[in-house]
């Protein structure tokens, strides 16, 4: 690859329209994001229909702003997992882009691209990963723990069996009254209150790398129901508590387990303070090298996928950049589990 190999960025899985410009897969040269919160913020959550408009609306300019007029070898996009309507917009623009500069195209997974945003520092890339390492992508949609070789060789180890750790906190928060979304807010309330006032499950799953969420959910409208008035702090706090404990216990096993010496945390609900002071901590204890996400590449944006698209690149080489324009999207896209 040339050294300013350039790739254009495209994300619009969920409600972030997004288009990044990388060159030489270190130089972060702009990473435009659209925020669409405003739009779902009334309804405590994503609505598709929105979000796929939203999308239409934006993506031109989004990409014109991202590109401001540089010539690019490659764009790159998210394919999956996300919601199909947000991923077609991504897909059509992508391929017209393509298509229009005579460019190949490679199609992304977009918890690929969390992983690889852990490699940014104030807009560039100057510490890749070190590998074998425990991945744990936390996001809105996806609570996953994964054991890394390289790029490509992923071994899934556990996922959730329901709610996302982000969802439950979107979900809690919409419980309080508190606005979307509810990471922040929650998180925030959080300081005031006693993570020992309630003692909600912190649900293991042992025998398995699994979470589930929704049960923490649950005890917390339970605990809403049986008290009133409540205290806001207090059951934000121990609600914040459950969860990051029960996130970071299985990460440490799954380090021991595997034996690695690397952690990597990514996805929006990396940038929970209380998340990252355990995970260092615990790491810490163990000499573990924790590794997070910057906080402002944690939510979704269209530099991880340039980054992931580039270290795909580097290791597959030129067979991954045969001119193929057709790249169908997949909602519910899987990172392909290598070994056993
Ligand atoms: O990665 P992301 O932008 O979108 C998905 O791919 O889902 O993650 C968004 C999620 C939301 O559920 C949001 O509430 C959560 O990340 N989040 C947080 C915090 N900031 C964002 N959760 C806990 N604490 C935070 N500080
Ligand atoms: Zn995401």
């Given at each position: 690859m ?14 972030e329209?997004s ?21 779902h913020?009334k ?41 199909p ?32 945003a852990?490699?940014f ?17 936390v996001?809105?949609?996806?609570t ?48 005031k ?10 649900p ?7 979470f589930?969420?929704s ?20 059951v934000?706090?121990?609600?914040e508590q ?16 595997y034996?690695?010496k690397?952690?990597?945390?990514g996805?929006?609900v ?11 901590g ?36 030129a ?10 999207i997949?909602?519910?896209?899987k990172?392909?589990?290598w070994?056993?």
């Amino acid at each position: 690859m040339k050294k300013d190999f350039a790739i254009l960025g495209i994300e619009s899985t969920c409600d972030e329209t997004s288009a990044a410009l990388l060159v030489g897969g270190k130089t972060l040269v702009s990473n435009v994001i659209y925020s669409q919160i405003e739009e779902h913020k009334k309804y405590h959550g994503v609505v598709p229909e929105l979000a796929s408009r939203a999308h239409a609306a934006k993506i031109a300019s989004v990409i014109e702003q991202a590109l401001n007029g540089r010539e690019i070898d490659c764009v790159a996009f998210a394919r999956g997992p996300g919601l199909p309507g947000g991923l077609m917009v991504g897909r059509v623009a992508a391929q017209t882009l393509a298509n229009f500069k005579k460019v190949p195209i490679l199609g992304m997974n977009h918890l690929e691209g969390h992983l690889f945003a852990c490699e940014f520092e104030n807009g560039e890339v100057k510490n890749p990963l070190s590998f074998p390492l425990v991945a744990l992508i936390v996001s809105g949609g996806h609570t996953e723990l994964w054991y890394v070789k390289g790029y490509g060789q992923y071994k899934v180890l556990g996922r959730t069996r329901d709610d996302a750790a982000g969802e439950a906190f979107d979900k809690v928060a919409k419980l309080l009254g508190l606005a979307y979304p509810g990471g922040p807010q929650v998180s925030a309330q959080a300081l005031k209150g006693r993570r020992d006032a309630v003692d909600f499950p912190r649900p293991l799953l042992p025998g398995t790398w699994d979470f589930s969420f929704s049960g923490i959910k649950t005890s917390v409208s339970y605990y809403l129901r049986d008290h009133c008035p409540v205290n806001v702090p207090d059951v934000c706090a121990s609600f914040e508590q459950a969860v990051c404990e029960t996130l970071v216990k299985k990460t440490m096993q799954a380090a021991q387990y595997y034996k690695v010496k690397h952690i990597a945390v990514g996805g929006g609900v990396a940038a929970n303070s209380l998340l990252r002071e355990m995970m260092s901590g615990e790491g810490g204890k163990r000499g573990l090298d924790v590794r997070f996400v910057p906080r402002g590449m944690s939510s979704d944006n269209a530099a991880m996928i340039a980054l992931a698209a580039y270290r795909r690149l580097q290791q597959a080489g030129a067979d991954a950049l045969q001119k193929k324009w057709n790249i169908n999207i997949n909602p519910n896209l899987k990172v392909k589990n290598w070994g056993k």
